[in-house]
C-alpha cells in the first residue's frame, strides 16, 4: 500500500483517494478471511508437525486453502459486480461525486481479483512458520514488493491508478506461485487433485452467484433506472435485498456440488447449543 501511494501520486489529482477507498473494501475481506485463517492454521499446524503427523499437516492445510478459497472468491464476485452501487452507497456524499464513485469502482474491481490469491498466501504462510523458518517468507515478501513496484510503474503509464491497484493482484500471482513452489520444493504440500477439483467448484459456484447479482441489477435499472438516485436508506435496503438472495443461490449451489451444506451445518449447530 505504501508503494501503490507513492505511485499513485504522480497519477493526477483525485487518484490517491480513489486507491484509497478501494483498498480499505478489498481490506475488509482479506483481513476478517484471511487473517483469521492464519491466525487459527498456525497453532494446529506446528501441534500436528511437532507430534510427526505429518499427513494430518497436510490435510490441514488442504482444508484451510479450502476455507479461505471458500469464502473468497464468493466475495471477490460479490466486489466485481456490486463495485459501483457499493462505493456509491458508502462513499458518495459531499464532494464525492459521480465521477470519483466511478473512478473507485473501476480500482475495487482491479483490487478484487487478486484477493483470493492472498487470501491462500495468508493460508500457506503459516506452514513455513510453523517448521520455524521466517526467513523464506521474507525473501518472498521482498521478490513481491519488487514485483509490485516493477509491474505499478508499468501499467500506471497506460491505466492510471487502475494500473496500480492491477499490479497489486499481479503481484499476488508472484506471492502465491513463490509459496506454492517452496511448499511443493521443500516436500511440505502440493495441491491434490481433490482439492483442485473442489476450487474449481467453488469457482463454478461463485460465478453463477456472480451472474445471478448482475441479472439483478439488470432488473433493477429496467424497473427503477437509476435506483442509485434514491435515498440512501432506500438504495442501501435494496443492496441489503438483492445480496441475500445472492447467498441465498450461492448456498443452494454450494449443496448442490457438494462443497457444503450450509443449512444442515446451522441445524447442527444450533443444536449443539442448545444442548450445551
Not at 483517494?17 to 484471511?34: C, D, E
Not at 492445510?61 to 473468497?72: H, N, P, R, T, Y
Not at 433493477?220 to 445472492?246: E, M, T
Amino acid at each position: 500500500m505504501m508503494v501503490d501511494t507513492i505511485l499513485v501520486s504522480l497519477v493526477g489529482s483525485g487518484a490517491i483517494s480513489w486507491l484509497y477507498y478501494a483498498n480499505r473494501l478489498q481490506q475488509l475481506p482479506l483481513g476478517v478471511v484471511g487473517a483469521a485463517i492464519g491466525v487459527a492454521l498456525l497453532p494446529i499446524l506446528s501441534r500436528q508437525l511437532k507430534s510427526a503427523q505429518n499427513d494430518e499437516a497436510k490435510k490441514t492445510q488442504d482444508k484451510a486453502v479450502e476455507f479461505g478459497i471458500m469464502l473468497s472468491v464468493p466475495a471477490a464476485a460479490a466486489m466485481i459486480v456490486l463495485a459501483e452501487p457499493v462505493v456509491n452507497i458508502l462513499f458518495q456524499h459531499g464532494k464525492f461525486g459521480v465521477f470519483q464513485t466511478l473512478m473507485t469502482s473501476r480500482a475495487v474491481m482491479a483490487y478484487a481479483l487478486g484477493l483470493p490469491l492472498y487470501v491462500m498466501v495468508k493460508a500457506l504462510a503459516p506452514n513455513f512458520f510453523a517448521r520455524l523458518d521466517t526467513k523464506t517468507p521474507v525473501k518472498y515478501s521482498a521478490v513481491v514488493l519488487l514485483a509490485n513496484l516493477l509491474f505499478s510503474v508499468i501499467l500506471m503509464q497506460f491505466f492510471g491508478h487502475i494500473g496500480i491497484a492491477f499490479a497489486t493482484t499481479l503481484a499476488a500471482f508472484v506471492s502465491l506461485g513463490l509459496y506454492i513452489r517452496g511448499l511443493k520444493k521443500r516436500g511440505f504440500w502440493i495441491f491434490s487433485s481433490v482439492l483442485k477439483i473442489r476450487i474449481l467448484k467453488i469457482f463454478l459456484c461463485s460465478i453463477v452467484m456472480g451472474f445471478f447479482l448482475q441479472a439483478q441489477l439488470w432488473g433493477l435499472s429496467l424497473i427503477f433506472g437509476d435506483w442509485l438516485k434514491f435515498s440512501f436508506v432506500v438504495k442501501a435496503g435494496i443492496l441489503g435485498v438483492i445480496s441475500a438472495a445472492a447467498l441465498a443461490v450461492l448456498t443452494i449451489m454450494f449443496k448442490i456440488t457438494g462443497i457444503i451444506d450450509v443449512f444442515s451445518y446451522l441445524k447442527n449447530f444450533y443444536y449443539q447449543r442448545r444442548k450445551k
